[in-house]
């Protein structure tokens, strides 16, 4: 979950590494620490804490350099602390390393290099791999690219480094992954690393994925890749659409706000040139599923984590309406850990909007190697889950820089529902009118949800003191219950449950008393009532509640004690709109606290290690 920067540029580069640290802080922000190499020497600075307290040391020293890296972690092995920040050096000091992953064979390694006479001052697997690289430089043939191959080759585990060192005539960043990401940007006479786009994006748009097991080497005016089997090989270039100033806080207190706002224009971008209304047709460019793959389907299985595995239990409702075909939903953690049932004539939906998520990744290739089709839904080009799919809905939310998931949980709704309809089409059912015509709409309706703003800030003040909250949905929008407890308890770190409304009774019930807020999802048609007769059930044993509603506010009145209106678009459809009053409430509960809700404690962005 830590985030790599590096960069080689025939300049200074030290203000690049910290600008994109400061873009891929969100990744990592127990410690921070970069390295260059000046007359022959790794120069060091590292901090433990924000990135704020590097930027403070490096204000105290002298540090410039033509080529180097840049860290931010968040500590997998050894407790946060200078001496286990990143970057790593060996003992013999000419080897300098970051890394994002797990190694778990680095016990059994670091022995045998301690026999060798290596010796180690932190507590991280990180270490292991800086003395093992260096331990292959004593040849005095080998090189770093050759040294850092057969280091890699030891690994067991995920990883994404980048080294640097003092032996070796010319200025060189050599880089390889297994697992989690690793982009390479393209400029002229300059070159630039990280492990998420967003950092790259003040410098250029041209890049280059890294696959696993490739090895790169990284060179102001140069960059040569080889593949795993070490076979020198060329890729075009990508080119990213995302403008850098997405990436900023465009005048917003915090980039969950800001991605809050900007849900409307990102649902409307993510159905944008895939629907012709016209014609009551959708499509997808990389949509690469034969007719004949589609036509023998006869179920799907969705394998997401966190957030996105609340948008595929959305997904279960919306594919079996529209589709016909059963539905499962699996933990992508708990999936391959089991005997799944899957073959070709099972669809495997892989949800993940940054496309890196390990046990997602995992799961997905557990499928894809019992012959299951894949498709997956992710916001980030090019990123692993897309490069195992037949097929990919880029859900163009832009870059989502808070951690809490917001915008991206909205569009994978968006890009579930335009999935179902293409399968719908392709079966040879119709697709209806108002099946589209809802979907042009939703983008006002989610607008329309967002100005709710103002009175979850009044919400806030009034709960913010609560220390639980249970939230209450019954199908679609059961899974909206669970995506707001998320948010609140991600937020706020105020303990919060989300149930199936006809659940209460058969337990959370005994929970209810005056000081247990209870959030109630209560809209459209098939199961309002009974959500009211919940709420009622609440209200007689002096619970309080809170009632997202489509419905007029007096209709509730005796039943809620607050009212949050959205307002009604289809019933497959409004749980795109139900869900962001949830996140505003949780953002402005986590505020009212003083809580950090862009980077909540313990928790990273991209998940890319189990």
Known sequence: MCGIVAASAGRDVVDILMSGLHSLEYRGYDSAGI??????????????????????????????????????????????????????????????LIHNGIIENFLDIKRRLLDEGWSFTSDTDTEVIANLISSFLDDESADLVAAVRRAVSELEGMYAIAVVSTVGPEEEIVVSRHGPPLVIGLGEGEQFLASDPTALLAHTKRVVFLDDGEVARIRAGSVELWNAAGESIERQAEILDWDPVQAEKGGYRHFMLKEIHEQPQAVQDTFAGRVDFEERRVGFDSMRLADEVVERLE????????????????????LEELTGIPVEVDYGSEYRYRDPIVGPETLALGISQSGETADTVSAIRAARDEGAPVVSICNVLGSQITRLSDGVIYTHAGPEIGVASTKAFTTQLVAIYLLALWLRQQSGRPVERGLLDQLAHLPAAVDQAVRSEERCESLAREYFRAENFLYLGRGLNYPIALEGALKLKEISYIHAEGY????????????????????????????????????????????????????????????????????????????????????LLAYFIGVRRGCDVDQPRNLAKSVTVE
């Open 35 to 96: 390295v260059v190499v000046a007359d022959g020497v790794l120069r060091t600075v590292k901090a433990e804490g924000k990135l704020e307290r590097l930027r403070q040391k490096l204000e105290e020293v002298s540090l410039d350099g033509t080529f180097g890296l840049g860290h931010t972690r968040w500590a997998t092995h050894g407790v946060p602390s200078e001496r286990n920040a990143h970057p790593m050096v060996d003992s013999r000091q000419r080897v300098a």
């Open 299 to 318: 179920r799907i299985q969705i394998l997401a984590c966190g957030t996105s595995w609340h948008a595929g239990l959305v997904g279960k409702f919306v």
């Open 500 to 583: 199936p409304a006809g659940e209460m009774k058969h337990g959370p019930i005994a929970l209810i008393d005056p000081d247990l807020p209870v959030v109630a999802v209560a809209t459209g048609e098939r199961v309002y009532d009974k959500v009211v007769s919940n709420m009622q059930e609440v209200k007689a044993r002096d619970g309080v509640v809170i009632a997202l509603t489509d419905r007029d506010p007096e209709d509730l009145e005796g039943v809620a004690d607050e009212v949050l209106s959205v307002p009604r678009v289809s019933e497959l459809l409004q749980p795109i709109v139900n869900v962001v009053p949830l996140q």
